[in-house]
């Protein structure tokens, strides 16, 4: 085992990735040389060749079309969106394309990519360095979603992410880049090399698609969530006096539904926490699946708690923020309740 | 017959890297005053070579020679070279206060100071700049208050944004700027409908839109060049062309077309290359465009060819991709030195003026954010409120918003 930050964890899934392939090429904005804004690809195009590991042109619809070319070819391309932020001009090549090729063409093409790209705030970003649009993606048959909250589980899932045989949107809360940030922004985070989900196999391994984790194991209510809200969650439960049992989702789609019933219906209540925008979030849809999965275990209704309908700010960062003291609130509302 | 070769993939890589010697000898220069100056009414396609050369006027000797030169009074000059200083001891003061904690971002403009202030002098009250964050000199030389610029970078009590933006990313629709957007060239193509919409009024305002080198790659600028060729818009379209996209050189943008102005040529819009560190071609060069569009001869293409003598924002160290001495072998100089050699030239100037200029520049930008700190710096004074947070997202919040609003306390 090794210690890893997220970053060195996801470089590894690339590295490891394109040592075992030589069909994984990864590519775009500032990745070649530099080895991306983030660093996420440092080192790979000195490894592997520029025609591996590549800068692109400042062209995300470009990016991500000619990473669909390349699996439909046969490559695996492996492609960064500088932040999530950009995705959008690339979004119809995902939509409309990406997510579409297999069904369309009867099996004949398919897409097994893997769109990456740093998401979520608390760096002071601002509206388009901070955004979560997990659920843009959700919302499109065709597309599996991955969020991962710690360096163990960005290696798995990544390495995992570029075997399947689909286009996969991996999305990097890139707040957890460094350290497992609870939602303290006025404490100092603890670097991952102090955190037990900072150790990392060295070689290959996966995290399977689909299956959540408990991150927190507790009976008194369930809270359903994934990425940075992960570690605010679980310092809420610990701050709030409510045993909470926290699940890390992981992957939004496919879902996990089994580990999602099997807590709630032990736990009888659910808060369902996200950073991005409450309404049509992702956490919209949780809510209907545990009304329509567990609805007679249910001693609550089923409370979430999201960032608030606006863009996000700048200066109110931390009022936007979704923070431990308002989950700790929805939790002691839930168990009241 | 044999069997053919196996095909290779192209990946453009620039001529040196950080441990190499700098070097610019595959820029092609032309000398100053030795490009020709076309009537404004030219036919597109009996200039296209002016995509492929490099307008200028100042001299090694610090004259301006040749047709381009001419445009500006000695009083004009003067102004022009204080508004370049002004902009540079504004980012000297602006970054520094962000390494204090001031302020989270910044991004500055050192080498493309005349890119901005030469254009912004070309254009009338009323017309519209869209424009990226690396234009402040719009603001600067169009008299927009440096406290108003400073309050929106310390995100304060008074920040005419309200907290909302990014540090530097400001909005000025009085001063003709339009609000910027983080996401790359969406503005090239506005800046083409907002002209599109002072023909449709039958308005005699234009418009300017900016984009960088990179940024060229988007297909928002394609949007921008087929829209503006087709309805022939007022506009004139500006590349800068400062040779890196944060570590990503402009050969990775500009791929197999020898320059960036050239890309007009292909919709039929004259296509200009301008010596972006010379405040007179930019000056001349902006004039000639914005003529043509003011006279219903349509679009212009323009590509400054500058220099980031800088790293590309606070969040960046240009040490790991380029060499550090790259920018002292940056052939075409500094923009503030060849400005002031000239009008010293012209007797319009001296080197006591000079150093008494930037003493007066750094005095009035240091009282300026004196003021503006007394409204607060990003972690401590007066700061927007969270109530600002929720206004504004439509023009009457709507009853979910409210509730959220509300739910929040405040
Ligand atoms: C749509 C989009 N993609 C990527 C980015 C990230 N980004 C910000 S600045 C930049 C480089 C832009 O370079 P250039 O256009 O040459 O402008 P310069 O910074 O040199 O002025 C990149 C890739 C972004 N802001 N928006
Ligand atoms: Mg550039």
């Known amino acids: 085992m090794a210690r890893m930050t997220m970053i060195e964890a996801i470089r590894s899934a690339m590295d490891v990735s394109m040592g075992r392939d030589e069909k994984v090429v990864v590519f775009g904005e500032d990745v070649g040389y530099f080895g991306g804004v983030f660093r996420c690809t440092q080192g790979l195009q000195q490894k592997y060749g520029v025609t591996r590991c590549f800068d692109a042109p400042i062209n995300e619809a470009g990016i991500v079309g000619t990473a669909i070319g390349m699996a439909a070819y046969g490559l695996r391309p492996c492609v960064e969106i500088q932040f999530a932020d950009y995705v959008y001009p690339a979004y119809d090549q995902i939509v409309s394309e990406a997510a579409r090729i297999r069904y369309r063409s009867n099996g004949q093409f398919t897409c097994p990519i893997v769109v990456r790209m740093p998401t979520g705030g608390g760096i002071f970003g601002g509206q388009t360095h901070s955004q979560s649009p997990e659920a843009l993606f959700t919302h499109v048959s065709g597309l599996k979603t991955v969020v991962p909250s710690n360096p163990h589980d960005a290696k798995g899932l990544l390495i995992a992410a570029i075997e399947d045989p689909d286009p996969v949107i991996f999305l990097e809360p890139k707040r957890l880049y460094n350290g497992p940030f609870d939602g303290h922004h006025d404490r100092p985070v603890t670097p991952w090399s102090k955190h037990p989900l900072g150790e990392v196999p060295e070689g290959h391994f996966t995290v399977p698609l689909g299956e959540a984790v408990v991150r927190r194991p507790g009976s008194a209510v369930t809270v359903l969530t994934y990425g940075t809200m992960v570690h605010v969650a679980e310092a809420a439960a610990g701050e709030s006096g409510v045993d909470a049992e926290v699940i890390d989702l992981r992957t939004l789609l496919p879902y996990d539904l089994e580990a999602i019933t099997a807590s709630v219906r032990k736990t009888r209540r659910c808060v369902v926490v996200h950073e991005a925008t409450l309404t049509s979030g992702y956490g919209a849809e949780l809510v209907s699946l545990v009304q329509e999965e567990c609805f007679w275990h249910l001693e609550a209704p089923v409370a979430r708690v999201a960032g608030y309908d606006t863009p996000y700010p700048h200066a109110q960062e931390w009022d936007y923020f979704p923070g431990p003291k308002r989950v700790a609130e929805a939790l002691i509302a839930t168990m009241e309740a | ?410």
């Open chain 2, 1 to 410: 017959m044999s069997a053919p070769e196996p095909l290779r993939l192209h990946v453009p890589e620039p001529e040196v890297r950080p441990g190499d010697e700098p070097d610019f000898s595959h820029v092609q220069i032309p000398r100053a005053g030795s490009v020709p100056r076309p009537p404004v009414d030219v036919d597109p396609r009996e200039i296209r070579d002016l995509a492929y050369s490099i307008i200028r006027v100042l001299n090694r000797q610090g004259e301006a020679v040749g047709p381009w030169a001419g445009t500006l009074s000695e009083d004009e000059l003067r102004d022009g070279l204080r508004h370049m200083m002004t902009l540079r001891a504004f980012d000297a003061r602006m970054q520094n206060a962000q390494r204090q904690g001031k302020t989270s971002f910044y991004m500055q403009h050192m080498g493309e100071e005349a890119v901005s202030c030469a254009f912004r002098r070309a254009l009338e009250p009323g017309d519209m700049n869209f424009p990226t964050y690396r234009q402040a000199g719009l603001l600067i030389a169009g008299g927009y208050p440096m406290v108003e610029m400073m309050n929106q970078i310390f995100s304060n009590e008074a920040d005419p944004l309200k907290g909302r933006q990014l540090p530097i990313m400001y909005s000025s629709k009085e001063h003709g700027f339009f609000s910027i957007s983080g996401n790359l060239a969406t503005q090239f193509i506005q800046a083409v409908g907002w002209a599109m919409a002072s023909a449709i009024s039958r308005d005699t305002r234009i418009a300017a839109g900016w984009i960088g080198d990179g940024s060229t790659a988007e297909s928002d600028f394609h949007a921008a060049l087929v829209f503006a060729s087709t309805y022939r818009a007022p506009v004139v379209l500006n590349i800068v062309n400062n040779q890196w996209a944060i570590s990503t050189f402009q050969g990775i943008a500009r791929g197999g077309s020898g320059t960036f102005a050239a890309r007009g040529l292909g919709f039929g819009i004259p296509a200009l290359r301008v010596d972006g560190n010379d405040y007179l071609a930019v000056h001349a060069v902006a004039k000639w465009a914005v003529e043509r569009a003011r006279r219903n001869l349509g679009p212009t293409l323009i590509e400054h060819v500058t220099y980031r003598v800088g790293a590309h924002s606070t969040s960046d160290d240009p040490s790991a991709y380029r060499p550090k001495t790259e920018s002292d072998a940056w052939p075409l100089g500094d923009p503030v030195i060849r400005l002031k050699k000239h009008l010293i030239k012209i007797g319009a100037w001296s080197d006591e003026r000079h150093t008494q200029a930037e003493a007066e520049i750094m005095d009035e930008v240091v009282a300026a954010q004196r003021e503006a700190e007394k409204h607060g710096t990003l972690h401590s004074g007066g700061k927007p409120s969270t109530r600002d947070m929720f206004e504004g997202v439509f023009a009457t919040m709507p009853p979910h918003l409210r509730r959220q609003r509300q739910k929040a306390g405040v």
